[in-house]
């Protein structure tokens, strides 16, 4: 290995960690002020309503969820619709993160909910904004000019 590579895989992971963070800090934030919407089928209906308000889209699965033909249908419609509709696009994984970070929406009702899908939308204010989607976007739009059309992140549990 060269001394190059050393160096760009270094960079790599703590690019990483960094919008794998930036990317925790934007959930936070943006449920805070009522700016996500989570689920499958709540994102496809707010994206056939209102695709411009939508300005992120986390696709959330784990090992365990990846031979689920339905899901990965579901992801790749989502997917096509995003890049029409000029969407950042991030896959990411750690679900039990995910849930650690949102809240587990299961109280109320008998099932879990369902965090494969999570759009980030804007409320039309600058207040929450964060520096978090500063960088998931920079992130988003370096990994296109690399032709990877959907960045992958890994949330690590803590």
Same mark, same amino acid.
């Given at each position: #290995? $060269? ?8 960079? $790599?992971e703590n690019k990483m960690k960094?919008?794998?963070? &930036? ?8 449920? !805070?002020?009522? &700016?996500?919407?989570v689920g499958v089928y709540e *994102?496809?209906?707010? #994206? ?11 696709? &959330? ?18 997917? &096509? ?11 990411? *994984?750690? #679900?039990? !993160? ?31 904004? $964060? ?7 920079? /992130?988003?739009?370096?990994? !296109? ?6 960045? /992958?992140?890994?949330?690590?549990? !803590?």
């Amino acid at each position: #290995m $060269t001394l190059e590579e050393l160096v760009s895989c270094d960079n $790599t992971e703590n690019k990483m960690k960094s919008v794998s963070e &930036a990317v925790e800090q934007l959930l936070v934030a943006a449920q !805070r002020q009522g &700016a996500l919407t989570v689920g499958v089928y709540e *994102s496809a209906k707010l #994206m056939n309503v209102d695709p411009d308000s939508v300005v992120l889209c986390l696709l &959330a699965i784990d090992e365990e969820d990846e031979d689920d033909i339905a899901l990965q249908i579901h992801f790749t419609l989502i997917q &096509a619709f995003c890049c029409d509709n000029d969407i950042n696009i991030l896959r990411v *994984s750690g #679900m039990e !993160r995910l849930a650690a970070l949102l809240g587990d929406g299961s109280q109320d009702t008998a099932e879990p909910q369902d965090l494969h899908c999570i759009l980030v939308t804007n409320p039309h204010t600058d207040s929450w904004k $964060t520096q978090g989607l500063a960088e998931v976007a920079s /992130y988003c739009e370096e990994s !296109r000019c690399n032709n990877e059309w959907v960045p /992958y992140v890994t949330l690590q549990a !803590r």
